[in-house]
């Protein structure tokens, strides 16, 4: 919906990942129909061919157009030629970048500069996908990311669900923050006096991440070396987090289909859970995440109304305590005006 098209993504027989248009190219039907909803499900599968539904053209999972019903009256048909439209894709660390260009000024490491350098060392591939969390908000994608990048709203938003974690203003500080071109990370740091729920104590003792403010020498996390480090919130601009703890992390997408409206997505992973009591452990941590997830989302549709009713005309945002979202609102506005 960004480019006013789909993209298909599919691992060919021979392993390789590649993207398309999800066109085809003989009078532009769409070759694999889904709606954009809430729902991850309905949007991926497993497929040996794209065949298109209105008149059987089908193609291979390279892309090539096979040979198709009726071809003698298509004299002048270069079936070569004739292929899925490709999509500039590119991987890191196990997630998959596509890039409308065909020939992109930056290659994606250039594009991630010393954020992505700054993850290199996370172990990714021993955490396991353990939940998923989408909605449709109506709200533009600048006034949701905002609401995910500063923990200020912490003090008075989640003060049932994480009660001193963010108690005080001095909590919601970042411990350190990066910039790195349009993209940047914070450090944050968790209450040292917080005092943990029975099933909080629990979790820890028993699961695989450790308790906010513990000591953990993890490659990829705490670039800054704060003290009382509790996670990391990376932002890839424009609309990709990637937050890392000591062994979790998860991910947000916020995906634009209007101007005021955005499907977002939220991944966690965690590292594999060797005995049942580590289970218990993450489906407290899913729940817990839950929790604080609907008070984040139950702001986004308000702020989004108010802000459409032009009643203010600039926002007062804090140096510090939303340095990211002054830099977000920064690098929009220099891309904007750049073209």
Request: hydrophobic share 40%; net charge negative.
């Amino acid at each position: 919906a960004v480019w006013r098209s789909e993209i298909i993504v599919v691992r060919g027989r021979d392993g390789q990942v590649r993207a398309f248009h999800n066109v085809c190219r003989h009078r532009g039907m769409k070759l694999v129909r889904c709606e954009v909803d809430v729902n991850p499900h309905s949007r991926r599968g497993n497929r040996h061919v794209f065949m298109c539904p209105f008149h059987g053209w089908t193609y291979d999972l390279d892309g090539r157009l096979r040979p198709l019903m009726g071809q003698e009256y298509f004299p002048e048909l270069d079936r070569d030629a004739a292929g899925m439209i490709p999509v500039t894709l590119d991987i890191w660390n196990g997630f998959v970048f596509v890039n409308y260009q065909a020939q992109p000024e930056q290659t994606l490491r250039e594009h991630l500069g010393g954020l992505a350098s700054d993850l290199d060392d996370y172990p990714f591939d021993e955490c396991a996908h353990i939940a998923r969390y989408t909605a449709r908000v109506k709200a533009n994608w600048k006034t949701a990311i905002d609401a995910f990048h500063e923990s200020y709203h912490a003090c008075t938003l989640h003060g049932r669900s994480i009660p001193d974690c963010g108690q005080t203003p001095e909590y919601a500080v970042p411990g350190s923050a990066r910039v790195y071109g349009p993209h940047h990370s914070l450090s944050m740091w968790a209450n040292p006096k917080h005092q943990p729920t029975p099933a909080e104590m629990v979790a820890w003792k028993y699961g695989m991440s450790f308790a906010p403010g513990e000591a953990l020498q993890m490659g990829g996390v705490n670039p800054s070396g704060d003290d009382n480090w509790w996670f990391d919130i990376n932002v890839f601009f424009p609309n990709f987090f990637v937050d890392v703890g000591p062994g979790w992390y998860f991910t947000y997408n916020f995906w634009p289909v209007a101007v005021d409206e955005i499907v977002w997505c939220m991944d966690i992973y965690q590292k594999a859970p060797a005995r049942p009591s580590q289970r218990i452990a993450q489906e407290h941590t899913k729940v817990l995440l839950r929790d604080i997830l609907y008070e984040d989302l139950s702001t986004l549709e308000a702020t989004q109304e108010m802000l459409a009713s032009g009643v203010i005309g600039e926002m007062l945002v804090s140096p510090e305590l939303e340095v990211a979202v002054r830099h977000q609102h920064a690098t929009v506005m220099q891309w904007v005006t750049q073209g």
